[in-house]
């Protein structure tokens, strides 16, 4: 089975700059999660999508962040414009959805530097 | 919403001693309780996770507890390896869906 799918793996930006990334979760899995880890700390949710509906988004700074998944399948997560603070390791896992409690697979991140 | 904490930061152990790792939750509502294993450079991944109609897991070396009356739960990895040394990530997940995580530990086996 394949796993999570995440491009680009690393990105260095200059501030105010714009990035997007993107995540191919597993296939058949409803349930798409998008994380930021800063270095040292557990990863953060940003948002949560059940197939193209926002489960959970509380935690992304929606002035600047943004994420779609159009099709219920892949998923993009845009900074726009990018701030120094940004600078982490950007996680996207999926899960099935048979009720809830489902174990969640982790792609292998994109590592976002910006100077 | 949620709140987990997650001590110690940091654990060193002599390879065969046991290490405990504890996290706390504050959501009453959380109810899914899983631990990953992160390693340098690499993504998470599960390594056990127990629900809230169980009170203890074990699985090899190993195991999860888990006490809801006090909002606790911890993981116990007996007879430590080189292997195991790692970040460790506790989570929570309230109703078993949203995820809250703790800050992590990183653990340290000596040969």
């Known amino acids: 089975e394949a796993g999570v799918a995440q491009s680009p793996r690393y990105k260095i930006i200059e501030k105010r700059q714009s990035v997007a990334f993107w995540c191919n979760p597993i296939s058949g899995h409803a349930t798409l999660y998008w994380y930021q880890q800063i270095l040292g700390q557990g990863p953060k949710l940003l948002i949560q999508f059940q197939n193209n509906g926002v489960v959970d988004d509380s935690q992304l700074p929606k002035d600047r962040f943004s994420a779609e998944r159009l099709k219920g399948v892949d998923s993009t997560l845009k900074i726009q414009p990018a701030k120094l603070e940004d600078s982490a390791v950007y996680l996207c896992?999926?899960?099935?959805?048979?009720?809830?409690?489902?174990?969640?697979?982790f792609g292998p991140g994109t590592r976002l530097l910006v100077l | 919403g949620e709140n987990v904490e997650q001590h110690p930061s940091t654990l060193s152990v002599q390879e065969g001693d046991s290490a405990v790792i504890k996290c706390t939750y504050s959501d009453s509502a959380s109810n899914y309780f899983p631990w990953y294993k992160q390693e340098l450079g690499k993504r998470p991944q599960l390594i056990i996770d127990?629900?809230?109609?169980?009170g203890e897991k074990k699985d090899q070396r190993i195991a999860v507890t888990l006490n809801k009356t006090a909002k606790h739960f911890s993981l116990h990895i007996t007879e430590t390896q080189p292997e195991d040394s790692a970040v460790y990530f506790c989570?929570?997940?309230?109703?078993?869906?949203?995820?809250?995580f703790g800050r992590g530990t990183s653990l340290i086996v000596h040969p």
């Open positions: 127990i629900r809230s109609n169980v």
């Open positions: 896992a999926s899960s099935l959805v048979v009720g809830f409690q489902e174990t969640q697979y």
């Open positions: 989570a929570a997940f309230i109703q078993g869906y949203i995820p809250t």
